[in-house]
């Protein structure tokens, strides 16, 4: 049957119609989209497969695109050096005779420094590996800041890994696939950045808000930055190394404190991905929420009563190694056993940060937990007592 | 109205290889490229597409083929998805809404309508962007932006008079 013969066949409703439910629709769509993104936690977890799958293939596909504008700039890189050659050499040979004095001044220093480090036994972080990538995207909007990399998990960059130019600190990879890398900028607006100030060690948070030039927030006081002051990561949070140069201090038009990029005096096509792995923040949060705490067992309170020897016997509970530390001072200074009088506790245990094991174990045993505890814990509370 | 004047567009000539070519724009000009120390504009290509849909005909594929392109920009940009989305969505609604004013009117006058419907884009993204990051934008970055793309107007005139003569039911 053709559709005019059907008896809905005469029925029109107006294409504008259905077109405004299709806006509503997608909307709704939409909606729902900007409502479930987690892009602000920059977590692992937040960054979908949809965004991995389009950051695989932009990564070639824009590398390609790119390439022409690239080589150019290349050809014409080498015709001004050819073109200027004479002028760059005499700079060079001036800058060659300055370096000549520092590199002296570095290695007697760097001898002194290491003089120094034997005699105080000082264990320094390890060198941390980079990688370097070529940026093959770059995205500048007011709502969004950020680049693709062409190097990714194979390489072994991670998630939170900071990302320099060879002048400072551009910003930090936010999603990973195995041959791409997308880093967030520090100019994007979802981006916070704990920095300092070089001179005073001012504290303050870097957040981006779309423009060319981040804003410092949360200054303590106003008087602890001026203009021109060097800004560097303050390495708080355990998210990026201390010390990295991230810009210098420059006031806006409205009086707030902004900071103009090192990284913007940079090449933009070739960033270094530093592979640094903060160690005290490794503990891994789902193994320790999940472990159960061991056991706490006694002993026989009658077998270690009979014994002679039972009040320098820790309860097995009290095995770990800061207990061991706790008992330690004590060993030299032996008490005389108590006799026992009966199977109930006489004395309560004092309060100490034994505490917690104390809720979690069964009733203490009559004799030993009486007499070992108050002998364990009273000359060792002011340790724990924040006045180390 | 006879079915001779109802001459349906082709799909593919008119949503997919026009948002296409959108999409190669946007990553052509996502070039990390410097001229003389100044990085390429950004402009939002998919308002070109999105205008000229709007004006040249109401259909229901249309606000999917926005949302699909704003999706993109999302996902190719690293903004927040969906925010893209939502705002050329915005836009298209207000252009559909308005289409009976700006028929016959001079091509100046278009352009101050693309001017307003990619406003209303730029002003929808702020807002989201605040609610989504509880943070402003940077104004100044929102009208570079606004200025680059409003320069896209040629292209949407010329995608507009490839096709609202094609089917006069909608003139």
């Known amino acids: ?388 | 109205m006879s079915l001779s004047a109802a001459r349906p567009l082709n799909p593919w000539r008119w949503l997919a290889l026009p948002a296409l070519i959108c999409i190669g724009a946007t990553m052509l000009f996502a070039a990390p490229l410097r001229v003389f120390g100044l990085q390429l504009p950004e402009p939002v290509f998919a308002m070109v597409p999105t205008f000229a849909w709007a004006v040249i005909r109401p259909s229901v594929l249309v606000p999917f083929g926005v949302l699909l392109l704003g999706l993109f920009l999302d996902s190719f940009w690293g903004g927040p998805t969906g925010l893209w989305g939502l705002s050329l969505l915005a836009a298209y609604a207000t252009v559909l809404l308005m289409r009976n004013m700006m028929s016959g009117q001079s091509r100046a006058m278009m352009w101050a309508w693309f001017a307003g419907a990619t406003g209303i884009a730029m002003l929808a993204g702020f807002l989201f962007t605040m609610l989504d990051s509880l943070a402003i934008p940077s104004l100044v970055g929102v009208l570079w932006q606004f200025l680059a793309t409003v320069l896209l107007f040629p292209f949407a005139d010329y995608l507009v008079d490839q096709f609202e003569d094609a089917d006069v039911r909608f003139r």
């Not at chain 1, 150019?72 to 004479?86: D, M, N």
């Not at chain 1, 001179?199 to 957040?207: D, G, K, M």
């Open chain 1, 1 to 388: 049957m053709a559709f005019r013969e059907s008896p809905l066949g005469e029925l029109k409703i107006p294409l504008t119609w259905t077109a405004a439910v299709a806006v509503v629709v997608a909307g709704v769509i939409a909606v729902a989209l900007l409502v479930s993104d987690r892009r602000e936690t920059l977590q692992e977890e937040a960054y979908g497969a949809a965004r991995k799958t389009v950051d695989t293939v932009a990564a070639p596909v824009s590398g390609a695109i790119a390439a022409p504008g690239r080589w150019t700039g290349q050809g014409l890189t080498w015709i001004s050096v050819y073109l200027f050659t004479a002028s760059e050499n005499r700079k060079l040979r001036r800058e060659l005779d300055e370096m000549r004095s520092w590199r002296d001044t570095a290695i007697g220093l760097k001898e002194q420094n290491d003089r120094y480090q034997a005699l105080l036994g000082l264990k320094l972080n390890p060198p941390i590996p980079i990688v370097a990538a070529r940026v093959v995207a770059d995205s500048r909007g007011p709502f969004a800041n950020a680049r693709i990399a062409d190097t990714g998990r194979s390489r072994g960059v991670n998630v939170g890994n900071p990302v320099m130019s060879e002048r400072g600190l551009v910003g930090r990879v936010v999603g990973v696939t195995n041959s791409a890398s997308r880093v967030l900028l520090l100019t994007d607006i979802a981006s916070r950045t704990p920095v300092m100030i070089d001179r005073t060690n001012a504290r303050a948070i870097l957040t981006g808000d779309g423009g060319p030039n981040p804003k410092l927030e949360y200054l303590r006081r106003d008087d602890s930055v001026k203009a021109g002051d060097l800004v560097v990561t303050s390495g708080d949070g355990g998210v990026l190394p201390r010390g990295l140069p991230v810009g210098v201090a420059v006031k806006d038009i409205l009086g707030n404190w902004r900071v103009a990029l090192a990284a913007d005096n940079a090449s933009i096509d070739f960033v270094q991905i530093i592979k640094f792995v903060d160690f005290s923040q490794l503990a891994d949060i789902k193994a320790l929420s999940e472990a159960e705490m061991p056991p706490v067992t006694t002993k026989d309170p009658q077998a270690t009563v009979l014994r002679p020897n039972a009040a320098v016997q820790a309860p097995q509970a009290l095995n770990s190694p800061k207990v061991t530390a706790i008992v330690a001072p004590l060993a030299p200074m032996p008490r005389p056993l108590p006799k026992p009088v009966s199977r109930r506790p006489v004395t309560r245990p004092a309060a100490s940060p034994l505490t917690p094991v104390q809720a979690v174990a069964p009733p203490p045993p009559p004799v030993a937990a009486t007499v070992a505890a108050p002998q364990l814990i009273s000359p060792a509370t002011p340790q724990f007592n924040g006045r180390r």
